[in-house]
């Protein structure tokens, strides 16, 4: 009795083995793409939102001149909508970054359950083998059995 099952690799496992999860560095953007990417980076911090509300705040007193429309209005579209469009930033940034981790972590495990099943394939190809060595050793017992009672051997 031979064991017939032949283990095919997913063509996914030999690709996974030479490359590594994506990461933003490694896309490819072009002049306007960097300079995006420098103003981004520079706008997404806190200094830029501390800067953004001392800007804000040098026509404060112009706005509170004007009268409580004239605040508010100062207040919608120059305050909040300058420092939080840096603090709104800051906060993507960091979630960005909290889900990069997430990504690398599930990425890891993913690749450790792989292994695990790799190893549990080795495993039962060692046990695969072990059984096959057993039924031979058994039919040729058998035949002996069968030899000495003097019957013939199936």
Not at 99 to 127: C, P, S
Request: some cysteine; charged content about 20%; proline content about 4%.
């Amino acid at each position: 009795m031979a064991v017939t099952f032949q283990y095919r690799p997913h063509p996914r496992i030999a690709e996974r083995a030479t490359t590594r999860p994506p990461r933003a560095a490694d896309e490819h953007v072009g002049l306007n793409g960097r300079i995006a990417l420098v103003l981004t980076s520079a706008v997404g911090t806190m200094w830029c939102a501390y800067a953004f509300a001392l800007l804000a705040l040098v026509a404060l007193p112009q706005a509170l001149g004007g009268g409580l429309l004239s605040f508010v209005q100062w207040l919608s579209q120059t305050f909040i909508q300058l420092v939080m469009l840096s603090v709104i930033m800051v906060g993507q940034n960091i979630l960005s970054r909290a889900a990069d981790k997430r990504a690398e972590m599930t990425f890891r495990d993913a690749e450790a359950a792989f292994h695990e099943a790799e190893q549990i394939q080795l495993h039962l190809a060692a046990q695969d083998a072990a059984l096959g060595e057993l039924v031979a050793r058994m039919e040729r017992l058998e035949g002996l059995v069968r030899a000495d009672r003097g019957q013939p051997a199936s």
